[in-house]
């Protein structure tokens, strides 16, 4: 999957990707920690608190996630999704098991339920596919032999999140196990059609939301994301896998313009709502919580890394090459974020989630980055080797 989303937009750009990821700082360092370290400074219990403001920026929070899924679902083509399910789904399920149980469990061994176990084992599972692809990019490994299949895992993540919202919203309304899967199966056929008409059609939507006029252009692209944002909502589907899928949609040079014409405003909307999110953080929940973030740090940071070895493994990548692959997953950030709001947005879990959250993504937003720059120094020492790094193409053997 050579061209698939993070690369095909960085080769587009000039060596920048984006992803799923707000806004990426230079040299590989999300900006996502500051963000909440920015709101909780700011929020209930922080340095100076702020009031009157919650209104607005819980609309602007909510803008951010849609349109941080719309520039994703812009990223990738239906032809790319299909390509990365079917090469990745044994990794992707590898991926699922090996880090969304350390999440459960310790959920479970805090007495969170099954509800808390749910939400926690999504903000554990998925990584950060903006931290990623910047890092990749940085490190000069774009065009790497194990890229593919970190980007591969990448993309069935995203496909899983468009089950597992909708699930997880389910169960935080506390609907009826018919309602519950209703709303799954709603998700995933329209997930089939969307992925159908794109397939298809692709080229139809696009010229429907073209324009030569910017201005007209921006409006109706943002206008149609809203709308279908909003339409997926009111079918207790997440408003952010409708705008994912409204971006899958739109493919070619349309998709290229209206990334790059809405990008500023997912970087500002999307910035807005990780300040939302550690707003809504008592910084008096984080140090009880330092010592849990740290374990689930730990545990999926080793959890990662194997997933990753194991898939590079699969299609015969040398053992650098594997150390990197998996080190390149490490990075949480965004979405793990969103999963944790749409809890305590819902108020169906403990209110120390919301802590543990924002604890365990500013430690994994930092070792994601450090962990893809020093695996391969570490791996040649492990291996009692010398030489230089390798970022370029690597030799079949690393």
Do not use: C, H
Request: aromatic share 6%; proline share 5%.
């Amino acid at each position: 999957m050579r061209a698939s989303g993070a690369g095909r937009a960085a080769r587009r750009r000039g060596g920048d990707p984006p992803g799923r990821g707000a806004g990426v700082a230079p040299q590989g360092l999300s900006p996502i920690p500051l963000y909440l370290l920015g709101g909780l400074a700011f929020g209930n219990g922080g340095l100076i608190p702020l009031g009157g403001i919650e209104e607005f920026t819980t609309l602007a929070g909510e803008v951010g996630v849609v349109l941080l899924l719309l520039l994703l679902g812009l990223e990738y083509s239906a032809a790319e999704l299909v390509t990365g399910l079917r090469r990745s789904w044994t990794a992707g399920l590898l991926d699922i098991v090996l880090n969304a149980a350390p999440g459960v469990a310790v959920a479970l061994v805090l007495g969170w339920g099954p509800v808390g176990a749910l939400v926690l084992g999504g903000v554990t599972y998925i990584s950060s596919s903006g931290i990623v692809a910047k890092v990749l990019s940085d490190l000069g490994r774009l065009g790497n032999r194990e890229t593919p299949v970190v980007l591969s895992i990448l993309v069935f993540e995203d496909l899983v999140m468009a089950v597992y919202l909708p699930i997880l919203v389910a169960v935080l309304v506390g609907v009826s196990l018919i309602g519950g899967l209703t709303a799954v199966g709603v998700s995933v056929a329209v997930l089939a059609v969307v992925l159908l008409v794109a397939l298809r059609y692709g080229r139809y939507v696009s010229a429907l939301v073209d324009s030569p006029d910017r201005e007209v252009f921006l409006l109706k692209v943002l206008g149609l994301a809203l709308l279908v944002a909003g339409f997926a909502q009111a079918m207790q589907v997440s408003a952010a896998v409708g705008a994912f899928l409204l971006g899958i949609a739109i493919s070619g040079s349309t998709a290229e313009n209206a990334t790059k014409l809405l990008e500023p405003l997912r970087d500002l909307f999307a910035a807005v709502f990780f300040v939302v999110f550690g707003l809504n953080t008592d910084p008096a929940t984080i140090p009880p919580m330092l010592g849990w973030a740290v374990v689930l740090a730990v545990s999926t940071t080793l959890t990662k890394i194997a997933t990753g070895w194991w898939a590079a493994r699969q299609v015969g990548i040398g053992p650098l090459g594997r150390a990197r692959a998996g080190a390149a997953l490490v990075a949480r950030g965004e979405f793990s974020i969103v999963i944790a709001g749409l809890a305590v947005g819902y108020a169906a879990v403990d209110g120390r989630l919301a802590a543990l959250a924002t604890t365990y993504v500013l430690l994994m937003a930092i070792i994601g980055p450090v962990a893809a720059r020093v695996v391969e120094p570490v791996a040649r020492r492990l291996r009692g080797t010398a030489g230089p790094r390798t970022a370029a193409v690597p030799t079949a053997g690393t």
